[in-house]
């Protein structure tokens, strides 16, 4: 059983450009969060997606966007970057209706911004 | 509003050291409690978990005890080993807020031979 993958591993770009993460959750899951984790930093929420709707979501711009797909996988995509959006991009799935509920987290991908 | 606090590190141990990692949380209502791992260059691992004021979620060794009355879940292991080194990340999550995590800083811990 594969758990949750992100790609791609690492990612250089350059201030003002456009990037996209992907996601794909643990099998049987339904639900995905996206978290930034700043370098020595606790992660960050930035929103949540559930049946290909966004549910919640922290506080972050409107240049972060999401997708989730019918196949429940999804997409981060970060517009007009800035410097400090350099960080650790953590993809995170559950089961909305888990009784504890548990997030399961992916290896996460490294974004450099130049 | 929901937050975690965790104890600065780093913490560096000798091995067979005792452990403990305080963690103290402030939430309305009655969140689940975790304790999160992460080792270097990797994301986060699920280490315990505890659901109600009183449960002690244990795990390798590592235990910690949901308490209510001091709004705390500190990380606790009898004997470190140097493949604990790792950052911990206490974190709360509850319905309230649609099961959004909120996490601390980390702590990190070396264990040294």
């Known amino acids: 059983d594969a758990g949750v993958t992100q790609s791609p591993t690492h990612l250089i770009k350059t201030r003002g450009q456009q990037v996209t993460l992907r996601c794909s959750p643990k099998s049987g899951h339904d639900t995905v969060s996206w978290y930034q984790q700043a370098l020595g930093q606790g992660p960050q929420f930035i929103f949540q997606?559930?049946?290909?709707?966004?549910?919640q979501r922290g506080n972050f711009p409107d240049r972060f966007s999401g997708h989730q797909f019918p196949n429940y996988s999804s997409e981060l995509n970060v517009n007009a970057l800035l410097l400090g959006d350099s960080a650790l991009y953590l993809c995170?799935?559950?089961?909305?209706?888990?009784?504890?509920?548990?997030?399961?987290f992916g290896p996460g991908t490294r974004l450099t911004v130049t | 509003g929901n937050s975690v606090t965790q104890m600065e590190g780093p913490v560096t141990l000798s091995e067979e050291a005792f452990l403990t990692i305080n963690c103290t949380y402030t939430a309305t209502g009655y969140p689940s409690l975790f304790w999160y791992v992460q080792y270097p260059g990797e994301g986060l691992q699920l280490l315990l978990k505890?659901?109600?004021?009183?449960d002690k979620g244990s795990n390798k060794g590592f235990e910690a005890t949901y308490r209510k009355e001091t709004t705390s879940f500190h990380l606790e292991k009898g004997s470190v080993q140097v493949s604990d080194s790792a950052v911990y990340f206490c974190a709360l999550s509850h319905a309230g807020t649609g099961n959004q995590f909120y996490f601390g800083t980390g702590t990190s811990l070396t264990v040294i031979p």
């Open positions: 995170a799935s559950s089961l909305l209706g888990d009784d504890p509920y548990e997030q399961y």
């Open positions: 997606y559930y049946e290909e709707e966004e549910r």
């Open positions: 505890a659901t109600k004021a009183d």
